[in-house]
């Protein structure tokens, strides 16, 4: 099921509208650009078996439809927050790496490395 989920990145674009108060299909349509019709109801069902959001028809002229997570949704896009902050700091970590292998000398202490030796 995650992996369903996070390997998609129109799921991840329609949770996040969701989360942002996007809950209107016409309105997701919108919100997740470049997604088809077809690909947003196929996500949505997908969402709502999983459990991850519920669908809500309002007995109105037209019809009205609105998403909202399930508890376990909301729980789920907690995960994946946290998920995603990891990678923010791993990818800050890398980042920091790779500036100190590009500039080794400004990251100098004087102080000699314990493999260095010196002939007596």
């Known amino acids: 099921m995650v992996e369903s989920i996070v390997g998609c990145k129109w799921s991840m674009r329609v949770l996040t509208a969701i989360r942002e108060g996007v809950l209107r299909p016409g309105e997701l349509q919108r919100h997740c650009d470049g997604i088809s019709a077809k690909v947003l109801n196929e996500r949505l069902r997908k969402l709502q078996r999983f459990g991850v959001i519920q669908r809500q028809v309002y007995p109105e002229t037209p019809p009205r439809v609105e998403y909202a997570f ?15 902050d990891l990678q923010r700091d791993l ?6 790496e790779a500036t100190h292998d590009a500039n080794p000398s400004a990251n100098q202490t004087g102080s000699r490395d314990a493999n260095d030796t010196e002939d007596a």
């Open 70 to 84: 399930t508890d376990f949704g909301r729980q789920f896009v907690q995960v994946i927050d946290s998920v995603r």
């Open 91 to 96: 990818d800050t970590e890398a980042s920091l």
